[in-house]
T-cell receptor
Framework: EAGVAQSPRYKIIEKRQSVAFWCNPISGHATLYWYQQILGQGPKLLIQFQNNGVVDDSQLPKDRFSAERLKGVDSTLKIQPAKLEDSAVYLC????????????FGPGTRLTVL | QKEVEQNSGPLSVPEGAIASLNCTYSDRGSQSFFWYRQYSGKSPELIMSIYSNGDKEDGRFTAQLNKASQYVSLLIRDSQPSDSATYLCAVNGSGNTGKLIFGQGTTLQVKP
């Protein structure tokens, strides 16, 4: 069974530029999560989708971050404009549904903002 | 008070010893608990999940949960150098939406 796919794996941009990350979850997983992991910290949830609907985006900085999952499968996370403090690893995870189900992570995208 | 607390370490144990990793959480209504292993430069890998009080064993790993004390732990028996990594405790909140709250992780070093 294929795992969670993410691209790109690495991205370096200047501050105020825009960037987009893509995620394809494990086949059949209805719930998709985007996490931000800053060096030395645990992952922090940015947004959770159930199929193509948003379940939780309470910690998403909506003035600069946006995410979509139009067809209920793959998802895109965008940052515009980027700030220095956005430098982090952006992790996508998926689970069968929310609640008790185990979440499985993709390889992540390491973003460096200069 | 942090929602999920772990000692950042490093925790250093000799090869073959038992490593004990601890985690406390603040949300008394939390229902499910997970341990992830994260090697340097890699993404978190799920190694254990536990949902009810008591012990759950899987190979060399044992997860322990005490909801009354709001405490969850991970024991690694016969520790190997390949177990050297950061171990993240994650808790699913009382709303049971799937949102995981992570601790900052404990770095484990297993010395040959």
């Amino acid at each position: 069974e294929a795992g969670v796919a993410q691209s790109p794996r690495y991205k370096i941009i200047e501050k105020r530029q825009s960037v987009a990350f893509w995620c394809n979850p494990i086949s059949g997983h209805a719930t998709l999560y985007w996490y931000q992991q800053i060096l030395g910290q645990g992952p922090k949830l940015l947004i959770q989708f159930q199929n193509n609907g948003v379940v939780d985006d309470s910690q998403l900085p909506k003035d600069r971050f946006s995410a979509e999952r139009l067809k209920g499968v793959d998802s895109t996370l965008k940052i515009q404009p980027a700030k220095l403090e956005d430098s982090a690893v952006y992790l996508c995870a998926s689970s069968l549904v929310g609640g008790y189900n185990e979440q499985f992570f993709g390889p992540g995208t390491r973003l460096t903002v200069l | 008070q942090k929602e999920v607390e772990q000692n950042s370490g490093p925790l250093s144990v000799p090869e073959g010893a038992i490593a004990s990793l601890n985690c406390t959480y603040s949300d008394r209504g939390s229902q499910s608990f997970f341990w992830y292993r994260q090697y340097s430069g890699k993404s978190p890998e799920l190694i254990m999940s536990i949902y009810s009080n008591g012990d759950k064993e899987d190979g060399r790993f044992t997860a322990q949960l005490n909801k009354a004390s709001q405490y969850v732990s991970l024991l690694i028996r016969d520790s190997q150098p390949s177990d050297s990594a950061t171990y993240l405790c994650a808790v699913n909140g009382s709303g049971n939406t799937g949102k995981l709250i992570f601790g900052q992780g404990t770095t484990l070093q297993v010395k040959p």
